[in-house]
């Protein structure tokens, strides 16, 4: 399978609109993979129909073969969402004391970077009254493996903020969700960055048909993305805001034709809403190589930190069970909104049999009977998850998408198995293909064992 990376550069403002039944339509923080996939597949039908298309549009559109492939085949490429590329980065400066001496300060900037941008864990907390990454807040931490050992130990688990407890103030935890990246750059002191978006109110007049004149009663407004950010706000210097996504195609000769098309029409895209109005124009790049995972090396190194840590939470006494005991553990978490059905009814967990229907394992989970057994081979732990509504617009269909249940982006599931080999090639496919319904239009992405679960409270981050 092929990994076309995808850099989207906005060139005007985004109207992405975030379609929930009941309430007013508010922008997204991101590009859904629906809407990249749209976009593209809506300029190869209209520049193949031209006179004389290019050479990657004739490869695309030849008899309706390689477009069905990508878009309509049994195994079509996967559009992944587009997250923020903006970061917020600490950036070292230096304050001088009264006595001639020089005191560490950091000021934040934002900054594009070139990291892999990813979903922080609903088991992520931060300080409920200064809330983020360091150095500007007091820290983020996940509490996943902290709450199964207590839970396993019998001891209530209560998790606060280690530097609101040395300075005597308020020392709750809240969730903390959104965006993150981890520079691999070991030489620099904060690693994590948080990313995000800006948004603004554009606000319209209708206008009359006939007169060609501004319409009495009509004034709209709509909500944008913010096409430009400012690095840094002392010195108002204006950069154009970048997103980044993937394209996950299974035939090597089909992602070339399609990255070649994206890159020979990187200026014709046009994304979200009211293009006509002169929303919605960005410039598309893509390079292509190799999917390839470290799914082995995280579940590894998962496994050893819960085992670390299990062995400090012995100072309580002896758990009820020995859980860890002939078990692998790993975590799926959701990097995108997931749709989740089970017996044809929606669900918002990810159940032991839907898992393994998933990695194609349903025939072997059949056939143990027992109860007991079918544990042994894979178990749901626990799970941390909120749940939300969906609907869209089918630009193709003029019609408006079927209201969906959604699991929200950034759940946990917890699993273990005592069959480890048998799983970790599954897992390694799934976080490929994702899971779920509608994952070619970037719902159900899916990442085993997130880094982040290794982020404790007393080295918050």
Known sequence: MKRIKLEITALSPLAIAAKKPGSVSEAEDHIPGSVIRGAIASQILQLSNQ????????????????????????????????????????????LLEKEKTEKEKYDIISKVVSDEVMVLPATAVSSKTDSGFKPKANGVFDTLIDRFCAEAYNYPYDPSDLKSLEEKTDARVEPYSGFYSKTNDIQIKYQYH???????????????????????????????????????????????????STILVKDAELATYLADFINQNSHIFRLGGATSRGLGKVEITATIGDALTNVEDRIKKFNEQLKNRWELWSVFGEPESQL???????????QADAILTENWRRTTVISPKMLCEFVGLDKEFAQLNDGEKKDKFIKLEVVYNTYNYRSGWNSACGLMKDVELVTNRGAVYLFSTNQPKLWIDKLKELELKGVGNRTSEGFGQVQICNEFHSVFRENAK
């Open 194 to 244: 948080s990313h995000s978006v800006s948004t603004r109110f554009l606000t319209r007049v209708g206008i009359n048909r006939q007169r060609a004149t501004s319409q009495d009663d009509i004034l709209y407004s709509i909500e944008v993305l913010n096409e430009s950010f400012v690095e840094n706000p002392q010195e108002q210097n204006w950069h154009p805001v970048v997103y980044r």
């Open 51 to 94: 006179q004389t298309p290019r050479i990657a549009e004739q490869n695309l559109a030849a008899d309706g073969g390689d477009f069905e492939a990508l878009f309509l085949g049994d195994e079509p490429a996967i559009f992944h969402n587009a997250y923020p590329a903006v970061a917020k980065i600490a950036n070292k400066s230096f």
């Open 324 to 334: 860890l005991d002939n078990r692998t553990y790993f975590t799926l978490d959701l």
